[in-house]
T-cell receptor
């Protein structure tokens, strides 16, 4: 059983559409991170959120940390083919021990 | 600044053999973590080293071990390889844990295939 559940597992959309990926847990985390991973590469850190209710924006990407610090969401506005990849959330209680979600595989078609 | 480097990038081993993977963190980073990534289980934490000491450990059998050197470079070893050990092994480095902010930077991984 995964400590962090991500949904949906797969998402295939047309360029220009909006989408939201969810990351849920019954546990409270001290910080939560989102990564994007492309085939054959390691995950690349997109954002770190640490405060309940925190919202961070990275160009067309908006990240939100739940008030209770148990869940998070990633919203992409006007998706582009370059957004294609595996999106992973990861939560930490202490130091650098991270629990990763199962991932959301996003495919943006031109 | 150079990123995290892992060697080798690809490895094929036979059941029962042992393997050693190497990771060089970003210059100045003192923490190195290791993860195993498989299609079925996703990314799972193996262990973390900080200042040559294992600081955190995941739920893997004792066949998986690691160490860190004084220059922060790290190695992980898997003994008595099993088919299920086939995976992408990822190394991540970070500065240290500071007030809840602990950003990890991953290397490209070592793809291990056990036959």
């Amino acid at each position: 059983t995964q400590l962090l559940e991500q949904s949906p597992q797969f998402l295939s959309i047309q360029e220009g559409e909006n989408l939201t990926v969810y990351c849920n847990s019954s546990s409270v985390f001290s910080s939560l991170q989102w990564y994007r991973q492309e085939p054959g590469e390691g995950p690349v850190l997109l954002v770190t959120v640490v405060t309940g209710g925190e919202v961070k924006k990275l160009k067309r990407l908006t990240f939100q940390f739940g008030d209770a610090r148990k869940d998070s969401s990633l919203h992409i506005t006007a998706a582009q083919p370059g957004d294609t990849g595996l999106y992973l959330c990861a939560g930490s209680y202490n130091f650098n021990k991270f629990y990763f979600g199962s991932g959301t595989k996003l495919n943006v078609k031109p | 600044k150079a990123g995290v480097t892992q060697t080798p990038r690809y490895l094929i081993k036979t059941r029962g053999q042992q393997v050693t993977l190497s990771c060089s963190p970003i210059s100045g980073h003192r923490s190195v973590s290791w993860y195993q990534q498989t299609p079925g289980q996703g990314l799972q934490f193996l262990f973390e080293y900080f200042s040559e000491t294992q600081r955190n450990k995941g739920n893997f059998p004792g066949r998986f071990s690691g160490r860190q050197f004084s220059n922060s470079r790290s190695e992980m070893n898997v003994s008595t390889l099993e088919l299920g050990d086939s995976a992408l092994y990822l190394c991540a480095s970070s500065l240290t844990f500071l007030a809840g902010v602990n950003e990890q930077y991953f290397g490209p991984g070592t793809r291990l295939t056990v036959t």
